[in-house]
């Protein structure tokens, strides 16, 4: 479903694979998809200058709800204009509604069908989500995307804790669309379930009379083996619409967003590539290179020799351990940009070969490359 702020046009899918090729219009600019959304939790992309981001070809940032709420708050930024003008960023935004965060950070007290009521990570204050406070948070941020609150249940749950979480997920989902009510915000459902297809076939089914500009699946990539994931997202591919975005959520490797792309997923986000990053290793084309380890120390070549970013074009291996292993944020910063910008180059490559119907030769001369060089 369009309307005058958001609409999907998919271009071409992959008759073999089903991997999509589409463009997200958004009311902050265009969204070529597959795409790779790297993750400013605090209004920032840790370690990137909003210009840098650009200059790699970033086309949509993600930022955190629960993070704004706690600091600075989510009504300071709307003071400020919302979260474009406070962050400097003219481009799409997508808030996550803060539900992940919720249940893995803070010290939990009770689950309710009303709510969650937890203490704060930052000073212990008490506080209560509910999917209506979600929806005004977010609304005062002004993102161009917000996610629907959800329940996400670990992985490991009993087919009856999952069910429970699902079920509370589909009713906040309810809802959240009541109270959401700006059409210049996409609202995305959240497809839960653990790792049960039953449950999330069931889901999808409860998403399906909310879904408007886009879904999203979560309650993957949280800890299972990789193949489970990749069999979760077979079973689903068949029962998402077709005439939205598809939105893997905190996916982020990789192999990860080849295997996803394949199976026809739109959009992917994930903290992977900076947090990597200050741990001094770099996603390259040919695999990891872990650039602190001592083969580099007199190591004259770039990072990756696919690479044209800033990083690559003007910095070796030696110059980067040296940085990292001194502990100068500088190596963390060009490292930061270096892995964005290979992820970006990634899925402009995947969106290249589904629109060329090469995709298949392109993702076996991916993995025929990525052969682990740290």
């Not at 474009?84 to 481009?91: E, Q």
């Not at 995307?145 to 670990?154: G, L």
């Not at 749950?157 to 429970?164: K, L, N």
């Not at 992917?268 to 084309?285: E, I, K, Q, W």
Request: charged content about 25%; overall charge negative.
């Amino acid at each position: 479903m369009n309307n005058e702020y958001f609409s999907f046009e998919l271009q071409k899918v992959d008759p073999e694979t089903g991997a999509r090729a589409g463009v997200f219009h958004t009311p902050h600019g265009d969204i070529e998809t597959p795409v790779f959304m790297p993750v400013g939790t605090q209004a920032t992309v840790k370690g990137m200058l909003p210009k840098d981001l650009k200059d790699i070809g970033t086309q949509i940032v993600l930022s955190n709800t629960y993070h704004l709420y706690m600091r600075p708050g989510d009504e300071l930024i709307a003071r400020a204009g919302g979260l474009h003008k406070f962050m400097n960023w003219d481009r799409p935004i997508l808030t996550d509604s803060g539900g992940f965060q919720v249940f893995s950070l803070a010290s939990l007290n009770k689950i309710t069908d009303d709510g969650v009521t937890f203490s704060s990570h930052v000073d212990g204050s008490y506080h209560t989500f509910t999917p209506e406070l979600a929806m005004r948070i977010q609304h005062n941020l002004g993102s161009d995307i917000i996610m629907a609150f959800d329940q996400c249940s670990e992985y490991g749950y009993s087919h009856e804790e999952a069910r429970v979480a699902m079920e509370r997920t589909a009713r906040w989902l309810e809802r959240c669309d009541a109270a959401h009510g700006d059409p210049r915000q996409a609202l995305f459902p959240i497809v839960q379930g653990n790792f049960y297809e039953d449950l999330r076939l069931e889901s999808v089914r409860r998403c399906l009379p909310h879904v408007r500009h886009g879904i999203a699946i979560g309650g993957l990539s949280v800890g299972e083996p990789k193949p489970l994931m990749y069999g979760m997202l077979d079973a689903l591919r068949p029962v998402l619409p077709e005439d939205v975005p598809r939105y893997l959520m905190g996916v982020g490797s990789p192999d990860c967003l080849v295997e996803g792309t394949l199976r026809g997923v739109d959009m992917f986000d994930c903290v992977l590539a900076t947090r990597v990053a200050r741990n001094g290793t770099a996603l390259t084309s040919r695999g990891k290179v872990v650039v602190r380890n001592g083969k580099y120390k007199e190591d004259f070549t770039p990072l990756d020799p696919d690479c044209d970013c800033y990083c690559c074009r003007h910095y070796t291996k030696a110059y980067l351990r040296h940085l990292v292993n001194v502990g100068e944020m500088t190596g963390a910063m060009l490292l930061s940009l270096h892995n964005i910008a290979c992820l970006h180059r990634l899925m402009r490559g995947l969106r290249e070969s589904i629109l060329g119907g090469y995709v298949r030769e392109f993702v076996q001369d991916f993995y025929r490359k990525q052969e682990g060089v740290s």
